[in-house]
């Protein structure tokens, strides 16, 4: 199968998963639907930081558009040299994908921070809005019972779990496809992007590079 199908292909799943991303980290905004939370500066300091949103959204976006545009991509050269065309293909592909491991590490991370710290509410332990699991470490994710000491937002436990597992889940994926992506251009790109192609194998930057100076032709 020709390189520019299988990267259309992830393209695809990149674009949904950003999407998806987009709207949990929108939502965490909302406890219960409710936006007065937000307004009052009621949330947790890992919802504020927009993680999911710039990072697992628009960082993503990035890669799930390049790879989507890949599959129109043709086998021309450029500056007279064949190897060339292929291999700013390649080379684009690399750097989009790169920036997607950038931007769903950085949600993955802060995902997992916010599970572990957990919502920022207001504890009847504590009479006052606090994050009252933080010293926890993510022990009250197993202790259901301690759950009830967040009164306001109501149920909001149950949302920020949900929602930072979701977001958790879905970066990590956007990871798993962008590092599979850099890992096929590097290691078998060449192989497969053109059917029939007798160019060679290994990273397309090394071997642009090599070919340019074999045949003395600037890439």
Not at 26 to 32: K, Q, V
Request: negative net charge; glycine residues 10%; contains cysteine.
């Amino acid at each position: 199968m020709c390189f520019g199908r299988c990267a259309h292909f992830v393209g695809y799943k990149l674009l949904v998963l950003a999407l998806l991303c987009f709207v949990a980290n929108i939502l965490l905004y909302f406890p219960n639907g409710e936006t007065r939370y937000a307004s009052q500066n009621h949330l947790s300091k890992y919802v504020e930081c927009l993680h999911c949103i710039i990072g697992g959204g628009l960082l993503v976006l990035v890669p799930a558009l390049v790879f989507i545009r890949l599959e129109h991509a043709h086998c021309h050269g450029c500056c007279d040299h064949e190897h060339c065309g292929k291999d700013w293909a390649m080379l684009a592909s690399v750097a989009a994908a790169a920036l997607g491991i950038l931007g769903s590490g950085y949600c993955f991370i802060i995902s997992a921070l916010g599970l572990s710290y957990g919502p920022y509410c207001y504890s009847n332990a504590h009479e006052s809005w606090c994050s009252p699991f933080t010293d926890s470490s993510g022990g009250y994710l197993l202790d259901h019972s301690c759950w009830s000491d967040c009164q306001e937002p109501h149920n909001v436990v149950q949302w920020n779990v949900t929602l930072f597992a979701i977001l958790l889940i879905l970066s990590g994926i956007e990871l798993i496809l962008c590092t599979i992506q850099v890992i096929k251009c590097c290691v078998g790109g060449h192989h497969s992007y053109c059917r029939g192609s007798s160019w060679g194998y290994g990273c397309p930057v090394l071997s642009c590079f090599v070919g340019s100076v074999s045949d003395g032709v600037a890439c």
